[in-house]
């Protein structure tokens, strides 16, 4: 298990809101887990695009500081809390929970998924967020269906390379967005039938218009929102859905519901945080989990870096530099 841990353990916390450089590696008190819970050695921590969110203060802006970022990792269990079965020590998991940005961090004995022994800790790391919005999106929302065609924003992200992946899958056909040629071909190479590069002079919607023979797509996904929701509304199809889990450029405008009577279109939102029945979300955790040890599933690894590095790490994520998962490994 490396070196021999001392105590007390490292984490990314921030005192203040601000930019990348408001985060610090410093000294915390290591948690110590409590009913239900157990502890676990952090080998690798998620980043996901809603911690710079949170770091300027536009999201989860109630929680005191100073805070450890971070919601999810993979690594080793190394104790366990009152009523927990000791046989978790030493196993290698993934879990979804907070402070995830440190050495230790403590989750819910009955949400950890197991790790195999052929998948990395840099890829566990990388499947419960993004990986369970991918599959809520396309099963729970959207409920896509083969021969659908699908719209998304953003790609070659965490999010947009395992939402193809998923889309796909289930046999639709994925029409996606991106900035640049790199995140075109790694969109395509994830599965993408067809990748446009917005922000240029065409529009979206008039893409999607001859790529469908003017029919336009049944299901468009967008965590882009200001800057992409206009597109996003006119590339329905009659009886279409757009559904936003996301605002990465800024907040969409309000939505009429007089405007969705032209098309009779649904315009729905999707958010990880919503309370999801336990049967339901037990079920997506284990399909992901089956779909990355069997490599049906692939977590693109975008951006390695150590723990120290989160500054960066968040500076490139929202700068749109990275592609797929942004992953901190904890030495
Ligand atoms: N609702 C939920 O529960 C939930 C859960 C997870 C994630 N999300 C949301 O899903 C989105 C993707 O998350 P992720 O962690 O996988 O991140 P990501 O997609 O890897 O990174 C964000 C991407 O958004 C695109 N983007 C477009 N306009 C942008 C702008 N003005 N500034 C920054 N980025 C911009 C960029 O791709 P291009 O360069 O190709 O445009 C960028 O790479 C985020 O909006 C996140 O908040 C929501």
Redesign the pocket.
């Known amino acids: 298990m490396g070196r021999c841990y001392q105590g007390p353990m490292k984490a990314i916390r921030y005192h203040a809101v601000g930019g990348p450089e408001v985060l610090r590696l410093e000294d915390v008190e290591d948690p110590t887990p409590g009913p239900g819970e157990v502890r676990i050695r952090v080998k690798a921590a998620g980043v996901?695009?809603?911690d710079t969110?949170r770091r300027r203060g536009h999201y989860d802006a109630a929680v005191p500081l100073p805070r450890i970022l971070g919601s999810e990792a993979a690594g080793i269990v190394d104790q366990v809390g009152p009523g927990v079965d000791s046989r978790w020590v030493g196993r290698r998991v993934v879990a979804m929970a907070p402070r995830s940005y440190a050495e230790l961090m403590t989750a819910p004995a009955d949400e950890l998924l197991e790790l195999p022994d052929h998948v990395s800790f840099e890829e566990g790391a990388g499947l419960l967020?993004?990986g369970l919005?991918a599959w809520h999106l396309i099963h729970t929302s959207a409920r896509l269906e083969r021969g659908q065609k699908v719209l998304i924003h953003?790609?070659?992200?965490?999010?947009?390379l395992l939402t193809i992946q998923l889309a796909k899958q289930l046999g639709a056909t994925v029409l996606g967005t991106?900035?640049?040629e790199a995140?075109a071909q790694l969109a395509k190479e994830a599965g993408a039938d067809e990748v446009f590069l917005?922000g240029g002079a065409r529009s979206v919607a008039d893409w999607v218009r001859d790529i469908t023979g003017g029919a336009g797509v049944e299901v468009v996904m967008d965590?882009?929102g200001a800057?992409t929701w206009a597109s996003s509304l006119e590339s329905l199809a009659p009886f279409g859905h757009l559904i936003s889990?996301?605002?990465?450029?800024g907040e969409p405008p309000p939505v009429s519901v007089e405007s969705l009577y032209a098309k009779s279109i649904k315009v729905s939102a999707?958010?990880?945080?919503t309370q999801h029945p336990e049967a339901l979300q037990r079920r997506a955790r284990q399909a992901l989990g089956e779909l990355l040890s069997s490599g049906s599933l692939k977590v693109k690894l975008g951006l390695v870096v150590d723990l120290s590095e989160a500054a960066k790490a968040h500076r490139d994520?929202?700068t749109?530099e990275?592609v797929g998962k942004v992953v901190l490994r904890v030495p």
């Not at 953003?154 to 947009?160: R, S, T």
């Not at 889990?245 to 450029?249: D, L």
């Open positions: 996901n695009f809603a969110e967020v993004q919005t953003a790609a070659a992200g965490g999010v947009g991106v900035s640049n995140k917005y965590s882009v800057s889990f996301g605002s990465a450029s999707y958010w990880l945080r994520l929202e749109r990275t």
